[in-house]
């Protein structure tokens, strides 16, 4: 399994929070990734982010570059709200500068107000995310590309800047719902395991998608991605303690956005934290960790990007579990391997 190390909950900070400070933290929280060993970084996509502040992900991402080393870079991006040749050309120059590292997990959002804000109605993200990533595939051929959908229209457009990889970025999809995906493996591309969602329902989900995967012709044993939400300490007592105040928090705040409604069931982010952190979030001693990621090891998954930091966290507090899974936890399942 490779270990990514999800940055989201830096770059997304309280309102009133130093911006320019906390981009001084997430520089020395990716040099140090760097040298802990892990694989990848990761971050996400929000606009218009009340209560938080966010740094966007691609300028964000090429400015990391030099203190990343030889780490990739998986960035979730919201393509409902994009059009397709300005970031064609965006990623394709975020390619370049880090040196053909970069992923894409594209995603159809879920919030109205980024919605309304763009001028796009609910009910066309889905359209407009599939066309995106038909319109990208064909634009980074190198090739004139025309296309014809509900959304967007290409005439002989041919990108000025190709990507560094061939024929074009790993793309992955994010999806929570049943229908979004069994989306993704019909597109034959990689879904990116959402981070919300219990072990049951993943492990169901993960069923949905390699027959989708088989029936439409694509590989039903592909590694998977995933994200969690995981803290690492000493003891179990202690990482509860440390994490549960800051970690609640964040989820209160996607209940506010909706987030817990695009889930499959009924599921509601509105709920003790015992009741919430119950087979979602990974928190406790590396032991605990590492039998918890074994489970998911054992349904296919094959990268794992973790976020130990949520807005608000002491980064002192982020750091040490950083270091005590690099160090307990990942040379374990290195040396499994």
Not at 156 to 183: C, F, K, M, T, Y
Not at 285 to 308: F, K, T
Request: with cysteine; net charge neutral.
């Amino acid at each position: 399994m490779r270990f990514g190390l999800s940055i989201s909950g830096m770059v997304q900070q309280p309102r009133g929070r130093d911006m320019q400070e906390c981009l001084l933290d997430v520089l020395a929280w990716v040099a140090a990734a760097r040298d802990l060993g892990y694989d990848y970084i990761s971050t996400g996509q929000h606009f218009l982010a009340s209560p938080f502040q966010m740094l966007q992900p691609l300028p964000l991402l090429a400015r990391l570059a030099p203190e990343a080393g030889e780490m990739r870079f998986l960035t979730t991006l919201l393509l409902s709200l994009h059009h397709p040749v300005e970031l064609a050309e965006l990623a394709a120059t975020v390619d370049v500068i880090t040196g053909g590292r970069l992923i894409i997990s594209a995603g159809r959002g879920y919030r109205d107000v980024e919605y309304r804000a763009f001028g796009v109605w609910p009910e066309q993200a889905t359209g407009r995310m599939v066309e995106c990533i038909e319109c990208l595939r064909g634009l980074w051929s190198g090739r004139e590309f025309s296309y014809e959908g509900r959304h967007f229209r290409l005439e002989r457009a041919r990108i000025g800047l190709l990507p560094v990889q061939r024929p074009h970025p790993e793309l992955w999809v994010s999806a929570n719902a049943d229908a979004a995906v069994v989306r993704a493996a019909r597109l034959g591309l990689p879904w990116n395991v959402n981070p919300h969602a219990d072990y049951a329902t993943i492990e169901r989900q993960l069923g949905l998608y390699r027959e989708a995967a088989r029936r439409a012709g694509h590989d039903a044993g592909v590694m998977l991605p995933m994200g969690r939400e995981l803290y690492c300490a000493p003891t179990r007592e202690r990482a509860l303690e440390e994490a549960a105040i800051y970690l609640h928090g964040k989820y209160q705040a996607y209940a506010s956005w909706g987030q817990d409604r695009v889930l499959p069931g009924e599921t509601s982010f509105r709920a003790r934290f015992e009741e919430l952190a119950r087979d979602r979030f990974i928190v406790g001693s590396p032991e605990d960790c590492a039998r918890e990621l074994e489970r998911y090891a054992r349904l296919g998954i094959g990268s794992c990007h973790l976020r130990m930091h949520w807005p608000g966290m002491p980064p002192e507090f982020s750091r040490r579990s950083m270091e005590l899974f690099a160090a307990e936890v990942i040379p374990a399942f290195r040396a499994a391997g």
